[in-house]
Each structure stands twice: as structure tokens, then as C-alpha cells.
């Protein structure tokens, strides 16, 4: 549609979307792309939103999904701003160019958060810099927590992928108005959006979707339904109701975020336990997606895939918790044994390769390769079509943190001069690094390379850290090869009176959560 300078409009399939010029590129926020999942659509698969007349202003972001805050301890490193209201299955363009003559590539950005928080509207999140750059950026609000990722009797599974896929075909009809080309779509995301990117690719429903796809600190993988239960069950018995869809709905919303924050606090990326996770339900989602991405699933998308070097730090250091790790020694070490179910020779293997480590840095990486790096290379491995593997390197500025989970966003993003970045980051990112780091993904989404080598059996890895850009090959295969020892059967358990006085430290400061 046309439109002033001032205040584009934009028509969707179902109305039209008057949003702003911003520093030369137009923003729409706060578009719905399905119906509010609440009433009689609570726990249900999305709709699609009711048509509107006339002009809908979308100046600003819409609604977050319902989602309990961040942790005092965790508050001080992330930021998650909360939005009220009901109507929180929305999304935000940034365009260059809002003509459907434009045909500009496309990037549609799933937040992280462990499936409980994040949305859209964080401002590292900001798409302004990569349509500058040339690309329309679409962010991408969904369900979260038990409204979005709870297992019941009475309810279809993985009701938040399925908000992401409607997202999705929202995209592929929609975004040729906002001047992108429908088929040049990249699916990226980081920790749980990079999850959740990696089994919507596999998606049989995404094929002709997706062209290409990001994966930052997140593997394709499920979650065991049964311990997808048990987070439920539990809620339902501090509840006092059945463990339902049909009770739930019934249940205040305050009271069912509370009591899932509570319950959440016993599970983390080291130690396990309870959480919400993607399963496999037979439709969505019938196979494990990491197995069938190297099966052969989704041929022709490409892969940028990649990790920061010390991702553990931001599960450990909020708490003040790597000193207490440090002092249970072999008590962790047996801890994280049990947790990535492998056998002694790979602790042993680790602190042969780095003897003057501390026990938190031992277990932290153990665990990192366990979660992220070994199932990210063994998609890279399978994969026929170009994969590209990175890992951030830079240490921040805070104290502790090092290279930690999520801290590349503001580099992505070139979202460094964000006060909410610089929480992670602290004062004096180097610009030069945001600009090779955001250009190579601009490059990635505009023409399907990032500017290093491909994936091949020498394990090319582009490292961003204090110097130049530089390739690697195979800088984490002596580790990981570690991992081909075979686990015993049933490895001895860690739960000695330590490790749960960790857990009931942890679970205090609010540290029990993959972020």
C-alpha cells in the first residue's frame, strides 16, 4: 500500500498495519499473527487472529506471553521486559524498503529463555541494524512455559512450536507486502529459539518455509515426554488439581506462573531435573529432529551453527556458584558424570587436556560438550548441504562471565550501545567485532555463506575473539572425541548430602534454569 514517510502501511492477509520510520528503516511492531490463546483456546493449537478494519496502529510491541521474571541474581546479567495483555502471538518487521517490488531476504529471529521467558521485545533484540543492512527482520513472540510446552491427556503437544510454525506460514504469505522475498527465509534463534529453530527444520510441515537456518548454543533435540510429566505433575500437586489441560485453564494465571517458577527452580543445564522441553508427538514433531536433519530431512538449507566457549559460566556465575563447585571436587565431577550419563574416562580425558582447570571450569565444559558442541557437530557431519561452525570467544567485561551463553546477541545484533548489552557484556565491547560478527550473518541470511570455509572432515571453525576473525580447524576435536568411549549402562548416580546442598543452593538463587 502506499504510504507517507512518516507512518507506512502495510497490508496483511488479515488487515492493513500503519507502523513508523525509524533511522531510515520502517518498523511495524506488535503485528498479531494468530488469536489470543486464552478462554477457549488456552492450551489449543493457534487460529488464525480476527480480520480488523480499517488502520492498526503497530508503533509498539505487542504483548509477551505470560512468563514469571528473572531471578534477582540473573536480573542483574539479562533483561526480559514484560508487556500486558492477552494478545501476545505477535511479531515485529523491520524493512529497508516496505514495496512488494523490494524481494529483500528475510530473517525471522525466535528469542531464547528455556521455553519460560524471553520475547521479542528485548531490546539486544532490536532488527533495526540488519535492515539496514539490506534485511527485512522478523521477531517472533510465542507460548511459553506450561501454556506453551506442557504435556496433558486432553491437549495437543507442543502448543508454542506450533505458535512458531503459524509465525511461519504467517511469514510466507505476508512478508512480500513488507518487501521481503518469501523465499529467501532465514529460521535463526539462540539457546531455546536455536532448539526450537532446529525441529521446526526438520519439520515436514516447514518444507518450502525455510531456506536457511541459524542454530546459536542449541542443538535440534527433544525433550523425554516423561520428564516433561513429571514438571506438570508437579505443578499439579502443589496445585491441588489434576494434571489437565481442562484444570489448568481454570487456574489464575499469577498463581500458575508462581508455582511453575518454584517448580522450575529444581532443574538446570548442569544438574538436570524437571523442565519443559519440544517432544515428539507424532505430527509436528514424529522423529528425534537431530536424527532426522542427518537423515536427510530439509535437503537445501543451509547452516550456520555455532557455540560460545564458556556457555556454563552464565548457569554458574549468577549464583556465585563456581567456587562452590570448585571445592566439591570430585563430588561435581561424579555430579556431571551422571548428568551427561558417560563413563570416567571422559572427566579423566578432560583434565588430562586442561590440568591446571578448576573443577567449575571441568564440569562446565563437560557439560557444554555434552548438550551443545558434540550434537552440533554431529549435525554438521551429517549434513550434505553447506554448514558453517562458529564459536565467540571474546570474554566480557563483568567479572567471571568469560565468553557465556548469550553473550554473541549483542554482537549479532550490533546492539552493543544497549544499556540491556552491556548487563552481559559490561562497557568497552569492541565495535570492530559487532561489525565482523553482524556482517557475517547478514551475509549468511543475503546469500547463504558467512565468508569462511564450509564444514568438512577438517572441521573448519570460525573463532571470534580479542583478535582478528580467524578460522580453526578442529580447535574442540580432542575433546570430543572423548565422547566416542562408550558410557556404561547405568553410571553411579550423584547424590551425595554435597551435591544437594548445591541444588538447594542453586535452587535459592535462582540459578536452576537453562537461559
Keep these: ?14 488487515g492493513a498495519v500503519r507502523g513508523r520510520w525509524e533511522q531510515g528503516v520502517a518498523v511495524f511492531r506488535g503485528i498479531p499473527y ?12 493457534p487460529t488464525p487472529p480476527e480480520p480488523w478494519d480499517g488502520v492498526r496502529e503497530a508503533a509498539a510491541f505487542g504483548p509477551t506471553a505470560p512468563k514469571p521474571p528473572y531471578s534477582e541474581a540473573f536480573a542483574r546479567y539479562l533483561s526480559d521486559p514484560a508487556v500486558p495483555g492477552d494478545d501476545c502471538l505477535n511479531l515485529n518487521v523491520w524493512t529497508p524498503d516496505p514495496a512488494p517490488c523490494a524481494r529483500l531476504p528475510v530473517f525471522v529471529w525466535l528469542h531464547g529463555g528455556a521455553l519460560t521467558r524471553g520475547s521479542s521485545a528485548v531490546p539486544v533484540y532490536d532488527g533495526r541494524p540488519f535492515a539496514r543492512d539490506g534485511v527485512v527482520f522478523v521477531s517472533v513472540n510465542y507460548r511459553l512455559g506450561v501454556e506453551g510446552y506442557g504435556l496433558f491427556p486432553d491437549a495437543p503437544a507442543n502448543p508454542g512450536l506450533r505458535d512458531q510454525l503459524a509465525a511461519l506460514h504467517w511469514v510466507h504469505a505476508s512478508i512480500g507486502a513488507f518487501g521481503g522475498d518469501p523465499d529467501r527465509v532465514t529460521l535463526g534463534g539462540q539457546s531455546a529459539g536455536a532448539i526450537s529453530t532446529g525441529v521446526l527444520v526438520a519439520a515436514p510441515q516447514t ?26 505433575r508437579r505443578m499439579a500437586s502443589r496445585l491441588r488439581i489434576p494434571a489437565t489441560a481442562e484444570a489448568f485453564a481454570a487456574v489464575d494465571r499469577d498463581q500458575l506462573l508462581r508455582v511453575q517458577a518454584d ?20 505430527d509436528l514433531v514424529p522423529r528425534d529432529p537431530l536424527e532426522a536433519l542427518t537423515d536427510g530431512a530439509a535437503p537445501g538449507v543451509e547452516l550456520l551453527t555455532g557455540w560460545t566457549r564458556d556457555e556454563y559460566r552464565l548457569w554458574l556465575v549468577p549464583g556465585g556458584l563456581t567456587e562452590r563447585v570448585d571445592r566439591l571436587g570430585a563430588v561435581a565431577l561424579a555430579g556431571a558424570m551422571a548428568r551427561c550419563h558417560c563413563g570416567s574416562e571422559v572427566p579423566r580425558g578432560y583434565r588430562a587436556l586442561r590440568p591446571d582447570a578448576g573443577t567449575a571450569e571441568l564440569v562446565g565444559q563437560l557439560v557444554t560438550d555434552h548438550l551443545l558442541r558434540v550434537p552440533l557437530h554431529r549435525l554438521a557431519d551429517g549434513r550434505r548441504d553447506p554448514s558453517y561452525v562458529y564459536e565467540f570467544a571474546w570474554p566480557s567485561r563483568r567479572p567471571g562471565m568469560g565468553a557465556c551463553h548469550a553473550l554473541e546477541l549483542g554482537f549479532v545484533f550490533d546492539s552493543g550501545d544497549e544499556p540491556d548489552a552491556r548487563k552481559l557484556a559490561g562497557e568497552g565491547a569492541p565495535q570492530d567485532l559487532a561489525d565482523a560478527m553482524h556482517g557475517a550473518w547478514v551475509r549468511f541470511v543475503t546469500d547463504g555463506s558467512p565468508g569462511w570455509e564450509r564444514w568438512d572432515t577438517h572441521h573448519p571453525v570460525q573463532v571470534y575473539g580479542d583478535g582478528d576473525p580467524h578460522v580453526e580447524h578442529g580447535p574442540r576435536d580432542r575433546e570430543l572425541v572423548l565422547w566416542s568411549t562408550p558410557a556404561p549402562e547405568n553410571p553411579e548416580p550423584a547424590t551425595p548430602p554435597e551435591l544437594r546442598s548445591v541444588v538447594r543452593r542453586l535452587r535459592r538463587a535462582g540459578a536452576l534454569r537453562r537461559d
Design 34 to 45: 494468530a488469536a489470543p490463546p486464552f478462554g477457549p483456546r488456552r492450551f489449543r493449537p
Design 207 to 232: 518444507r518450502g518455509l525455510v531456506r536457511r537456518a541459524v542454530l546459536q548454543s542449541g542443538p535440534p533435540e527433544t525433550t523425554d515426554r516423561a520428564k516433561v510429566r513429571r514438571m506438570v
Design 263 to 282: 517448580i522450575g527452580r529444581l532443574g538446570s543445564p548442569i544438574l538436570g531435573g524437571p523442565a519443559f522441553g519440544i517432544v515428539t508427538d507424532g
Design 1 to 14: 500500500m502506499t504510504a507517507d514517510r512518516a507512518n507506512p502501511v502495510t497490508r496483511t492477509p488479515y
